[in-house]
């Protein structure tokens, strides 16, 4: 029995006081014992193999911030390390692969599907780990990225303002763009389901760089396999998190797959209520920036965010949470949601 | 008297047997002979301020790929530039200022308003001596970065995922954030006034950061801005391309400000028509990446694309060009609009 059950039971579309709260990114950046456990690690690879860093800086923000979740720290592309594709973060740039996707042989070389799990021990020993801490004080988020993401930074290599290599083969070789958005598909579905097994209450997809379709394209290599993933997870909730992808909301709208929709900052709760019904949970959706404000305005904005989502709505920014923000205000926005009440 | 009238006939809204094309990056980056001129010039700043390059690189287009429309070569950061603060081009990254305007004394520094041209003569001279070149074959445009998109850079200080920077000064000191905006709008008004004077037929806004904002921040503090640029041009007819804007086309569709709405790869010509109305001028928007596709492909994506929008179309990318994109193939994207005809 999770203590705090209001994440749980708003995902179950039960009648709640307030949205439950918490952040993209809250596990690190910001808090000042990660900055101690990051310098310690050297890397941030070195950092996000080791379960009981892990642990410790999963945990905290709940200790610190008092969120009603806590989401496991790690990385959307321990997938494509999985899959035997190593990449590095390099600091203040991103992720560098050292090898890019671009043929048939480059996909037919990467594994997938059951053998995926054995290859992230890690992560699982960092969620019991990190279960035994919490001792069921607030439920545990686990993620991965979908596909369309893990595909673009598979074949770009690195983070792009473009990503062209990635769009180039979606349109230029469709057919190995579909292998290989497979075989990420059926490795993140048995990743995930080990996640479950280990012990997370929820899950959440992200598809950061929906933005970069249109939804043609979207509802053709992006969609129909995050669709498949979160159809594949039937035994916690689901949350999609399509950044961009409000041109693809029709589709959404009539899907049954997941059972709550985050909303990026650029999209207006008002649109998003339109298009999914004012019975789907929706997430979302404070710019970030908003926390370099004042308090007064973090209230104000805070407050204003609620109440243009309504009921069925669970509290977070609209993009992970940026290093440079204050821990006082963030604080701010997360009290501003836990004295909320629904009238 | 202009030989190809097409785009100036559309936009006036006259009927028209097919749509005009042109291409946003047209001059440069995809063209051998631009490749020539820009090693020559050794830097990009060098080339662009070069009357007789520019005007080289600005005709190529219109005699190698048959656009109906020439743009004239240049750069939307010579505004920051004449109003005070210098900036260089860092090869593959992207724009860098060597300062930043972060408080009130920065922005005070800045000059403004019609002191603006004087600083920016190779640019009205580059535009004569295309208009000689050119000789009225196709009309010339003319463009400016909209005050929000270089408020970011000013503020930000070269390109960014998030410009967290300045959307930080936006929340915080919005006070501050409205003068610099005042001073880049008096700014681009003279300049603008000055390009038209010296012989541009057509006026393009770029505001290519809108998708870092979200409703109600744009219409506070980059469509008033935008607005009062586009009203004081009443010379020539204005393409406004507010990229990533689709949250406030509301706002687009109820303006008579501007004669054309630029429209970005990532939204659906359908609901562009829808929010704007069937009279309205749309300008787009292939995915810059359909041009790596095979040349069926592109025709047949070109043709779709054109009866999506419709009639009261100019045909365009969704975005620039991008470098890699090979001559043949954007000659298929040309040539398929110009054998296309509204049915």
């Known amino acids: 029995m999770i203590q705090n059950d209001l994440l749980l039971k708003t995902l179950a579309g039960d009648t709640v006081e307030r949205p439950p709260v918490w952040m993209m990114r809250q596990a690190g950046r910001i808090l000042p014992n990660y900055r101690k456990i990051r310098a310690k690690a050297g890397s941030f690879k070195n950092l996000v193999t080791q379960p009981d860093w892990i642990a410790e800086a999963t945990v905290e923000p709940v200790d610190v911030l008092g969120v009603d979740a806590a989401i496991i720290f790690s990385d959307i592309l321990v997938i494509p390390e999985a899959m035997g594709l190593d990449y590095e973060i390099i600091e203040k740039k991103g992720p560098l692969f050292n090898d890019k996707i671009r043929s048939q042989s480059d996909i037919d070389q990467l594994l997938e599907g059951d053998v995926i799990p054995s290859k992230l021990p890690y992560v699982f020993e960092s969620i019991k780990r990190t279960k035994t801490i919490l001792n069921d004080r607030v439920p545990l988020i686990g993620f991965a990225g979908a596909p369309w993401t893990i595909f673009a930074y598979m074949v770009e290599g690195s983070g792009s303002k473009t990503f062209s290599e990635a769009k180039k083969m979606i349109y230029k070789e469709p057919q190995l763009a579909h292998q290989l958005l497979s075989k990420i598909t059926s490795s993140t579905i048995f990743y995930l389901k080990e996640k479950i097994a280990s012990g997370v209450n929820v899950i959440q997809l992200f598809d950061s760089w929906s933005g970069l379709l249109n939804s043609e394209i979207y509802n053709e290599f992006a969609w129909p396999y995050a669709e498949r993933i979160l159809a594949a997870i039937d035994e916690v909730p689901t949350i999609f998190f399509p950044k961009g992808g409000w041109f693809s909301y ?70 992970g949470v940026y290093p440079d923000t204050s821990v006082e205000n963030v604080k701010c926005f997360i009290d501003s949601v836990k004295s909320y009440r629904y009238k």
């Open 250 to 319: 029709d589709k959404f709208g009539s899907s049954d797959v997941f059972d709550c929709l985050g909303v990026g900052w650029s999209t207006d709760p008002k649109f998003a209520r339109q298009k999914m019904g004012s019975n789907r949970i929706l997430q979302g959706n404070l710019d970030p920036c908003r926390l370099y404000d004042s308090k007064q305005n973090i209230e104000d904005a805070t407050s204003k965010m609620l109440d243009s989502f309504g009921r069925n709505h669970i509290a977070n920014l609209g993009h």
